[in-house]
């Protein structure tokens, strides 16, 4: 008997795609405009994503230079990065924003390293979720007489040795993103 993991491996990749996008969000001390992503700003009445009304631009390992599109918006941009609560130095000039980052303390990244390792068990209860669904699946396959007690324990080695690589996938993610908070 095959079982279709298809749909535990499509969920996997999802959860890794997440755990990699909140990873991004998390300040590494260099300049990034990937942390820039969750900021939205008020726009015409509706809340739109700052890439969509600005340029942004990396000027060194320290410096972010935000050029809108309508300079009208310079202060509802600066009102939503000093909002967001990034740790960021927000400097206003005629053509747009700067935004500085500050040199980490030791103890502010031990707090990124705590939110990421927060991110990583999030990760994991989503990634136990999915093997218990698949779990369920097979438990009542085996009851409806659909497959042999002995395909039921063949499917959940084969899928336990697929949530297990993810598993170690999303920890080696964590340990990248420690590494460069740690830098």
Same mark, same amino acid.
């Not at 809340?47 to 410096?63: F, H, M």
């Not at 030791?106 to 218990?132: C, H, I, M, P, T």
């Given at each position: 008997?095959?079982?279709?993991?298809?749909?535990?491996?499509?969920?996997?990749?999802? @959860? $890794?795609?997440?755990?990699?996008?909140?990873?991004?969000?998390?300040?590494? *001390?260099?300049?990034? =405009?990937?942390?820039?992503?969750?900021? %939205?700003?008020?726009?015409?009445?509706?809340?739109?994503?700052?890439?969509? /009304?600005?340029?942004?631009? /990396?000027?060194?390992?320290?410096?972010? %230079?935000?050029?809108?599109?309508?300079? !009208?918006?310079? #202060?509802?941009?600066?009102?939503? @990065?000093? #909002?967001?609560?990034?740790?960021? !130095?927000? /400097?206003?000039?005629?053509?747009?924003?700067?935004?500085?980052?500050?040199?980490?303390?030791?103890? %502010?990244?031990?707090?990124?390293?705590? /939110?990421? #390792?927060?991110?990583?068990?999030?990760?994991?209860? !989503?990634?136990? *979720?999915?093997?218990?669904?698949?779990?369920?699946? @097979?438990?009542? %396959?085996?009851?409806?007489?659909?497959?042999?007690?002995?395909?039921?324990?063949?499917? #959940?080695?084969?899928?336990?040795? @697929? =949530?297990? $690589?993810?598993?170690?996938?999303?920890?080696?993610?964590?340990?990248?993103? $420690?590494?460069?908070?740690?830098?």
């Amino acid at each position: 008997m095959n079982y279709n993991f298809i749909k535990l491996k499509e969920e996997i990749l999802g @959860i $890794e795609n997440w755990l990699k996008k909140e990873f991004s969000n998390i300040r590494t *001390g260099l300049a990034s =405009v990937t942390i820039l992503d969750n900021i %939205r700003v008020e726009n015409y009445g509706s809340l739109t994503s700052l890439n969509q /009304v600005a340029n942004l631009t /990396v000027e060194d390992a320290k410096t972010i %230079r935000i050029i809108p599109w309508d300079l !009208s918006q310079i #202060k509802g941009i600066e009102k939503a @990065i000093t #909002k967001s609560d990034l740790g960021v !130095s927000v /400097v206003v000039d005629g053509k747009g924003l700067r935004l500085f980052f500050p040199e980490l303390t030791n103890e %502010r990244r031990q707090s990124f390293v705590k /939110v990421a #390792k927060d991110k990583l068990e999030q990760g994991k209860v !989503s990634l136990r *979720g999915e093997r218990d669904k698949i779990w369920s699946d @097979i438990q009542n %396959r085996e009851k409806n007489n659909e497959i042999s007690e002995d395909e039921k324990f063949q499917l #959940k080695n084969e899928m336990q040795k @697929i =949530v297990d $690589e993810a598993g170690k996938i999303l920890v080696a993610l964590f340990e990248k993103k $420690e590494k460069e908070i740690l830098g």
